[in-house]
């Protein structure tokens, strides 16, 4: 099993910045990559970025690339996004994911989420 704890979510005005951080623990010596999904009120979970741990290879959804940037600390088992220039649409429910398999975004762990909220 792995534990994953998200922070850092609050409320910003659009145009702002946030920084997400997601802790893991327990088999994280068996997580190949983790990332990130939102899921917005009435919509379905979409996913937003995922790094590789051995790799450092990164992935984003259209929608973000150029704005957030998915960052970690091998030594925390701890991942990061960085959320720049955040525009209404971007607000959500941020949930953490791990994965131990290849394919980025296919996450077999989630954490309970973290609320970004964007104010016009």
């Known amino acids: 099993q792995v534990q994953l704890v998200e922070s850092g979510g609050g409320l910003v005005q659009a145009g702002g910045s946030l920084r997400l951080s997601c802790a893991a623990s327990?088999?994280?010596?068996?997580?190949?990559?983790m990332g990130w999904s939102r899921q917005a009120p009435g919509k379905e979970r979409e996913f937003v970025a995922d790094?590789?741990?051995?790799?450092?290879?990164?992935y984003y959804a259209d929608s973000v690339k150029g704005r957030f940037t998915i960052s970690k600390d091998n030594a925390k088992n701890t991942v990061y996004l960085q959320m720049n220039s955040l525009k209404l649409e971007d607000m959500a429910v941020y949930y953490c994911g791990a994965r131990m398999g290849v394919s980025a975004s296919r996450y077999d762990y989630w954490g309970q989420g973290t609320q970004v909220t964007v104010s016009s």
């Open positions: 790094i590789t741990w051995s790799t450092d290879r990164t």
């Open positions: 327990g088999r994280t010596f068996s997580t190949r990559g």
